[in-house]
C-alpha cells in the first residue's frame, strides 16, 4: 500500500503474531487524525475493521457500525464513525478482499 497515491507512509502496515505462533499482516486501509483505520485478513464475522487511536483500540462492525469490542475516546469514536458511515460500501468491499486474502484497497481519510 505504498505509492504515490498512498495518503500514510506504509510503516501504518504492521505484523502481528497469533498466539499460535502465525504471523499475520494487518494492513492499514486509511489514517486520519492520529486514527489508524486497519482490517486483519481472514477475519472473524461480523464484517468488522480495527480502529486505533494512540493507546486505544476498538473493533467496529461495519453494517451497524457498532463497538464490538475495546473503545476509543469519544471525539475519535466520532470521527470514526462519521467516516466508516460515509465509506460504509468501500469497507465491506474491502473486508470481501481480506476473506479472499487479496489486499484490501485505500479508502479516503475522513477531511
Known amino acids: 500500500m505504498s505509492g504515490p497515491n498512498c495518503p500514510y507512509p506504509p510503516s501504518l502496515d504492521v505484523r502481528r ?3 499460535t505462533g502465525i504471523i499475520l ?3 492499514a486501509i486509511s489514517a486520519f487524525y492520529g486514527i489508524i ?3 486483519f485478513f481472514n477475519e472473524h464475522v461480523p464484517p ?3 480502529a486505533e487511536y494512540a493507546e486505544f483500540r476498538a473493533e467496529i462492525e461495519i453494517e451497524t457500525l457498532r463497538i464490538m469490542r475495546g473503545g476509543l475516546p469519544r471525539r475519535a469514536q466520532a470521527l470514526v464513525l462519521e467516516w466508516a458511515a460515509l465509506h460504509r ?3 465491506l468491499a474491502d473486508w470481501d478482499l481480506c476473506r479472499q486474502h487479496q489486499q484490501p484497497q485505500q479508502i479516503q481519510p475522513l477531511e
Do not use: A, G, N
Open 25 to 27: 499482516l494487518v494492513p
Open 48 to 50: 468488522h475493521f480495527h
Open 37 to 39: 483505520i486497519r482490517m
Open 17 to 19: 503474531r497469533t498466539r
Open 89 to 91: 460500501d468501500e469497507l
